[in-house]
């Protein structure tokens, strides 16, 4: 009797044990499903996607002006700086009025020329049945040193007109600026109710009563410079006529020298006046003058005016430099009339799928407000940092937008089908590329368990929700999109719809 109750008891014990150790895995399994990462999962599906191409670059101007002088002059005002407006007509740069030094070259030049004629028509003998011609020679010998010694005559000086230059430009730029003190003063007076706002009309009387002192002080200081300068320019508009009635006068010597040679050879009178050199002469200073006539019309006005519409967008040069660098744009205006233009680079698979004519959407980013901007596709090129596999998308922009604004800009591609897609959430990247994770699943004594899988996958269109992709990944296969912590390929995994 006792064996058969502990028999009993011995079995009982046995139940009980059994009992505890499948609670104890019960809640062993449940409380390490708790601790595992939970994921929401989503099925792949087959569609179609309006894929969109984005891209963002930095708005250049269509046509830019490069400002340039064609001899070496001294600069003494720059009136512009980066990002001034200026429209066709208004004055850029002030050179200095001393001639520069390619025209003082020239002179030089021409003048030993001259030199050089006078001194083998001084030497012609006056020999031979000749006399007309001869006196010919004469008289145009004297008319022209009259003309030289008119020209000697007159007080110009070129270093004094160019101090009394200067002098002026400086008391008028002052004037200007003063004038247009005032004017704005008087705007803002005249704008403002005096019974309305009697503290800021008068405010603004006061400031235009001082703009107005102000100019009668520029207004004076002006007078003297201008009357010096006005003397002065008298002197060199005489001085420039009369060096034009001199070069006259060497002409008509020079006729009357070529007819008395003719005259002589014809005679057959031996003469030191060697006529080949006589014309090659008259060659070389033909060609002088020409050239100190353009030197003179291209450096003779003393102020550069802007040649288009537009906004300065570099200035090379300060006032009191001396521009020797030809080559070197002393300011750079873009041209805004003529439009702006943005480019980025794509896959060559993207550019297929777009048109030219398509309309971009454009974010400013946080400069959202202003007029609309257009964005049109106007050419698709070969990158030319991988000409191969990338093509670049040029867009003519227009709309309220200056060069070097960044724009983001999202063209939509044409509609395909696509037979595997997830979404875009469910894209990852690593050094390795791209790639998904996906839910395998595995049946045990205690139920599944879920396992995240590593499938490398290519890209093939995106739009702002899903994304098409090939590769390893199948039909209906269970994704990943977000998870409670980062997940690794193989690590266990719980769903939020399986605790």
Do not use: C
Not at 61 to 81: L, M
């Amino acid at each position: 009797m006792e064996i058969v109750k502990k028999r009993g008891w011995i079995k009982n014990v046995a139940i009980i044990f059994l009992i505890v150790m499948l609670v104890l895995t019960f809640f062993s399994n449940h409380i390490m499903n708790r601790s595992l990462p939970e994921v929401a999962a989503q099925y792949t599906s087959s569609g179609t996607i309006t894929a969109r191409v984005r891209g963002t670059g930095t708005v250049e101007a269509n046509e830019i002006f490069e400002v340039k002088i064609t001899q070496t002059r001294e600069v003494e005002q720059v009136r512009v700086r980066p990002g001034t407006e200026v429209e066709v007509g208004d004055i850029l740069l002030i050179l200095s009025g001393a001639d520069s030094k390619e025209l003082e070259e020239a002179k030089d030049e021409l003048h030993a020329a001259e030199l050089k004629l006078e001194q083998m028509l001084v030497s012609t003998p006056l020999v031979g049945d000749t006399s007309g011609a001869s006196r010919s020679v004469q008289s145009a010998r004297n008319t022209l040193a009259a003309s030289q010694g008119e020209q000697a005559a007159i007080p110009f000086n070129e270093e004094l007109y160019n101090h009394t230059y200067a002098v002026y430009s400086v008391a008028k730029a002052a004037f200007d600026e003063a004038d247009l003190a005032k004017q704005l003063a008087q705007q803002t007076l005249g704008s403002i109710d005096e019974e309305a706002n009697p503290t800021g009309w008068a405010r603004a009387k006061r400031a235009f009563d001082n703009a107005d002192r102000a100019l009668i002080l520029a207004e004076a200081a002006l007078a003297g410079p201008a009357n010096d300068f006005k003397t002065q320019e008298e002197y060199r508009t005489e001085w420039i006529a009369a060096g034009t009635k001199v070069r006259q006068d060497q002409l008509a010597l020079e006729d009357a020298a070529f007819v008395l040679s003719s005259e002589q050879r014809a005679a057959g009178v031996e003469v030191s006046l060697n006529e080949i050199d006589l014309r090659e002469n008259r060659r070389i200073i033909d060609e002088l003058k020409e050239k100190v006539t353009k030197l003179e019309s291209e450096g003779g006005s003393t102020e550069i005016l802007s040649r288009v519409n537009g906004i300065v967008t570099e200035v090379n040069i300060r006032s009191g430099n001396l521009v020797e660098d030809l080559d070197k744009p002393l300011m750079v205006i873009e041209v805004g009339d003529l439009g702006y233009s943005l480019s980025f680079s794509v896959t060559a698979d993207q550019a297929r799928r777009v048109n030219i004519g398509d309309q971009a959407e454009v974010d400013r980013g946080w400069w959202s407000w202003g007029e609309e901007i257009r964005a049109i596709l106007v050419g698709i090129g070969n990158d030319p940092d991988d000409p191969r596999t990338r093509r670049l998308l040029h867009f003519n922009i227009s709309g309220d937008i200056e060069s070097n604004d960044v724009l983001n800009l999202t063209l939509a591609q044409r509609s395909e089908n696509y037979n595997v897609i997830v979404p875009n959430a469910a894209i990852r990247t690593d050094t390795n590329g791209d790639f998904v994770l996906v839910v395998m699943s595995s049946s045990g004594p205690l139920g599944n368990r879920f396992i995240a899988t590593r499938v490398d996958v290519n890209i093939i269109a995106s739009d702002d929700t899903n994304t098409a992709v090939s590769g390893g990944l199948q039909g209906w296969d269970f994704v990943i999109l977000t998870a409670s912590e980062p997940i690794t390929p193989g690590m266990q995994v719980r769903l939020v719809d399986n605790p």
